[in-house]
T-cell receptor
C-alpha cells in the first residue's frame, strides 16, 4: 500500500461547480496534512493545511480531515479555470524518521 | 522579501559524474528540505536540514547527500550519476520544520545522458 494515495485524474468539472479531491494515508502516526497546488512547469505552493480532525475553511477552499478513516479531502467551491492544476496531498510523519510524504497528485481541469 | 533561490536552473551531466545543487532559503528560515520530482514517482522527500544538521532523511541511496551552512544555505550532491537521476530537484524552506508551510524554489532540472 502506498503511503499517500490520490486519484491521478484528470478530474474535470465545469466552471462554478464544486471540485472534490481526495487523499488517503497509511501511517496512523501522521501529524500534519497539506494541500499544495502545482501549475504545469511551476513549483508547488501551499493552499491549505490542517492538523486536527474536522473542517477548515479558507475562502473557496475547505480541507477536511478524518484521522480515524485516514482520509483528507479538499473541496474547491465555485471552481474557476485558474484552479486548473495538479493538487498534491502531503503528510508529515513523525518518529525517528520523520519526513514529508507526497501523493502523486490529482490533475484538475475546470472547463469554462 | 526574496524567495527561495536555486542554482543552477538547468544541468546536463553524463553517467558517472557528480553534481552539486545550491539552495538559498528565505531570510530567517532555518529548515531546508530537498525533493526529487519525476513524472513516474511524483515528488519524493530526500532530506531536511536544520542548524547545519541533517534532521530527517527519505529513502534514497547514499549517493545523495547534502549539507547546510551557518547562514542556512544548503547544497545537495549526487555522486556517480545514473540515468534514473534525471529529475527536477526542488528545495524548500520554512521557519522551523516540515510541519508548517513550505516555500519552494523554482528547482534545478537535471538531465543525465
Amino acid at each position: 500500500q502506498k503511503e499517500v494515495e490520490q486519484n491521478s485524474g484528470p478530474l474535470s468539472v465545469p466552471e462554478g461547480a464544486i471540485a472534490s479531491l481526495n487523499c488517503t494515508y497509511s501511517d496512523r502516526g501522521s501529524q500534519s496534512f497539506f494541500w499544495y497546488r502545482q501549475y504545469s512547469g511551476k513549483s508547488p505552493e501551499l493552499i491549505m493545511f490542517i492538523y486536527s480532525n474536522g473542517d477548515k475553511e479558507d475562502g473557496r477552499f475547505t480541507a477536511q480531515l478524518n484521522k480515524a478513516s485516514q482520509y483528507v479531502s479538499l473541496l474547491i467551491r465555485d471552481s474557476q479555470p485558474s484552479d486548473s492544476a495538479t493538487y498534491l496531498c502531503a503528510v508529515t510523519r513523525g518518529g525517528s524518521q520523520g519526513n514529508l510524504i507526497f501523493g502523486k497528485g490529482t490533475k484538475l481541469s475546470v472547463k469554462p | 522579501k526574496a524567495g527561495v533561490t536555486q542554482t543552477p536552473r538547468y544541468l546536463i551531466k553524463t553517467r558517472g559524474q557528480q553534481v552539486t545543487l545550491s539552495c538559498s532559503p528565505i531570510s530567517g528560515h532555518r529548515s531546508v528540505s530537498w525533493y526529487q520530482q519525476t513524472p513516474g514517482q511524483g515528488l519524493q522527500f530526500l532530506f531536511e536540514y536544520f542548524s547545519e544538521t541533517q534532521r530527517n532523511k527519505g529513502n534514497f541511496p547514499g549517493r545523495f547527500s547534502g549539507r547546510q551552512f551557518s547562514n542556512s544555505r544548503s547544497e545537495m550532491n549526487v555522486s556517480t550519476l545514473e540515468l534514473g537521476d534525471s529529475a527536477l530537484y526542488l528545495c524548500a524552506s520554512s521557519w522551523r520544520d516540515l510541519n508548517e508551510k513550505l516555500f519552494f524554489g523554482s528547482g534545478t532540472q537535471l538531465s543525465v545522458l
